[in-house]
């Protein structure tokens, strides 16, 4: 069965610094990989998404993520957080199963807040 | 195009009672998922619909069941509703199924 884990629960950022969410991921063949942002009270945003081809991949709102398969991880960065990118980030595979489609499963999440 | 929209946002019911949740998919879009997120347990998934089948279930007990229309639209319902139930329901569409997930902004649910 697929699993995702993401180490950190919370993380304290300042305005203008980088920024590095870690997700780790166990699943027996290629993965689709997810990022999702969700704000309080929201549903979840798509940030950006992998499935196969070039293993940098581009999102919205500046983010990107980088699918390294030896080490089973999909990292999402930020070169420059902004305030508005405070919210609850969510890494998620998919999984083809029996019968046609995929369920997602996610990752606990990380909370990020950022320091003005 | 409209996203995934979700009725009613907000609903309020008591243990044993049943409820009832609807999510309209992205037009065009012919798989429905719904998923359930509470502190606890994360975001779980519960099952997904498509062509008004039902193809995939996750870890929930029977008193969690859905439907699809002809016009891809689905309806959740609980019977019996615990305290545990009180929940974020989120729906997600996607074109067949096997791909991008977009989520509703979620149907939360408090039972007393």
């Known amino acids: 069965a697929q699993s995702v884990t993401q180490p950190d629960i919370h993380i304290t950022v300042s305005e203008g610094a980088s920024l590095e969410l870690r997700c780790n991921y166990s699943?027996?063949?290629?993965?689709?990989l997810f990022w999702y942002v969700q704000s309080p009270g929201q549903g979840l945003q798509l940030l950006l998404k992998y499935f196969s081809g070039d293993t940098l991949v581009q999102g919205i709102k500046g983010f990107e993520a980088e699918f390294k398969r030896s080490q089973s991880s999909f990292n999402l960065r930020k070169p420059s957080v902004h305030w508005s990118d405070a919210a609850e980030y969510f890494c998620a595979v998919g999984a083809m199963v029996t019968g046609g489609g995929n369920k997602l499963t996610f990752g606990t999440g990380t909370q990020l807040k950022v320091e003005l | 195009k409209a996203g995934v929209t979700q009725t009613p946002r907000y609903l309020i019911k008591t243990r044993g009672q049943q409820v009832t949740l609807s999510c309209s998919p992205i037009s065009g879009h012919r798989s429905v998922s719904w998923y359930q997120q509470t502190p606890g347990q994360g975001l779980q998934f519960l099952f997904e619909?498509?062509?008004?089948?039902?193809?995939n279930k996750g870890n929930f007990p029977g008193r969690f069941s859905g439907r699809q229309f002809s016009n891809s639209r689905s309806e959740m319902n609980v019977s019996t509703l615990e305290l545990g139930d009180s929940a974020l329901y989120l729906c997600?569409?996607?074109?067949?199924?096997?791909?991008?997930?977009?989520f509703g902004p979620g149907t939360r649910l408090t039972v007393l």
């Open positions: 997600a569409s996607s074109l067949e199924g096997g791909g991008t997930q977009y």
């Open positions: 699943y027996g063949a290629t993965p689709y």
């Open positions: 619909y498509f062509s008004e089948t039902q193809r």
